[in-house]
């Protein structure tokens, strides 16, 4: 067996392991998200507001808004974390739901946000399956980049022409 063929099996077994052991939302995950708000030409002139939203009654969703947060301070973003009870205050322009919340919570942040210039986003990807989320990423064997085409429609956001190619609208 060649290094390369080595190593590639090696990424792809750790792959496997990780996501099975951490279901949380990943560093790559994070990154993708970032990158596709920054291809967003509505957000070039009042910059980006990050919010991640959770809900603390469930451990999974604290420990996910917990990494979400962590990976935002290390790319020198500065994000807001906000409670599912107190989404309805934020002023961010891109907002992250943390793993862990559930579909009705979902609902909720689709109504507080719908036709919005806001970028919903979430490692859940029924929720851009159900029309909850604008955006969902899943980095896994394969990166998934999903948007809704009737909430991206209905935000009046507009982005780079590289966004088109990079996400699959649904």
């Known amino acids: 067996m060649s290094?390369?063929?080595?190593?590639?099996?090696?990424?792809?077994?750790?792959?496997?392991?990780?996501?099975?052991?951490?279901?949380e939302t990943s560093s790559q995950e994070f990154g993708a998200i970032n990158k596709i708000a920054?291809?967003?030409?509505?957000?070039?002139?009042s910059g980006l507001k990050?919010?991640?939203?959770?809900?603390?009654?469930?451990?999974?969703?604290v420990n996910d808004k917990n990494s979400l947060i962590g990976y935002a301070q290390s790319s020198n973003l500065n994000a807001k974390?906000?409670?599912m009870a107190n989404i309805s205050s934020t002023?961010?322009?891109l907002v992250i739901l943390a793993d862990g919340l559930t579909s009705e919570d979902q609902a909720k942040v689709k109504s507080i946000f719908?036709?919005?210039p806001i970028i919903t986003a979430s490692t859940d990807l029924s929720c851009v399956e159900n029309g909850k989320c604008m955006l969902g990423v899943d980095v896994g064997s394969v990166v998934k980049l999903l948007v809704d085409s009737k909430v991206y429609a209905a935000s009046g956001?507009?982005?780079?022409?590289?966004?088109?190619?990079?996400?699959k609208q649904i």
Request: glycine share 2%; proline share 2%.
């Open 3 to 23: 290094m390369k063929k080595l190593l590639l099996s090696t990424i792809a077994l750790s792959t496997v392991f990780s996501a099975n052991v951490y279901a």
């Open 38 to 45: 920054s291809l967003c030409q509505t957000f070039k002139a």
């Open 50 to 61: 990050t919010a991640v939203v959770f809900s603390s009654s469930t451990v999974k969703s």
């Open 81 to 83: 974390e906000v409670e």
């Open 91 to 93: 002023d961010a322009n």
């Open 114 to 116: 719908q036709g919005k």
């Open 157 to 167: 956001l507009k982005f780079d022409p590289a966004f088109e190619f990079m996400v």
